[in-house]
């Protein structure tokens, strides 16, 4: 019996102490939620001002960065960078429509998920692409820099 009353008593004394420490990661997640998805809308402002240095800023460059694209290789970060720059020099006015974007976040580690609706002109003829994106991002000196990308093309797309 008192071993009972013991541990009632245990777990009524703990529960305010787990809860706090649930709305502290939920506010610590949310805060990171907003940074990743105010990094996205910069991610897509240096590429429409063709801001290279920018646009390259916001990647974590080096042997373990990756991407994916259209159904082709693995990229490397070299052939990602490369990739990048031809095409803010080629597409103009681009623009982004993240549909149902998604951004979850496990600690450093966030990965942010929409159904891309990518527009623009090239030599002044409208193109548009519609894209399941996929970007991880990782939290360095409170800094998210994307460490990889996957861009592959999406079916008929539907609602907002």
């Known amino acids: 019996m008192k071993r009972t009353a013991f541990l009632a008593v245990a777990l009524a004394l703990s ?17 990171a939620r907003a940074q990743v998805e105010h990094r996205l809308d910069e991610i897509w402002d240096a590429f429409a001002h063709r801001d290279l240095v920018r646009l390259r800023s916001y ?6 960065f990756t991407s994916f694209k259209d159904g082709g290789p693995r990229e490397d970060a070299k052939a990602n960078e490369e990739g990048e720059a031809m095409s803010a020099t ?8 993240m549909r149902r ?12 998920t929409f159904d891309g609706h990518f527009m623009g002109t090239i030599e002044g003829a409208p193109v548009a692409v519609d894209q399941q994106s ?5 939290r360095v000196d409170d800094d998210w820099r994307i460490v990889h990308e996957h861009f592959s093309p999406l079916g008929a797309m ?3």
Do not use: F
Request: glycine letters at 10%; zero cysteines; proline letters at 8%.
């Open 134 to 138: 996929t970007l991880v991002l990782l």
């Open 15 to 31: 529960a305010p102490i787990a809860w706090a420490k649930k709305d502290k990661e939920s506010s610590d997640d949310n805060v």
């Open 101 to 112: 974007l998604s951004v979850q976040v496990y600690g450093d580690v966030a990965i942010a």
């Open 158 to 160: 539907s609602g907002p």
């Open 90 to 97: 080629m597409i103009g006015d681009p623009k982004v429509d």
């Open 59 to 64: 990647h974590l460059y080096g042997p373990g």
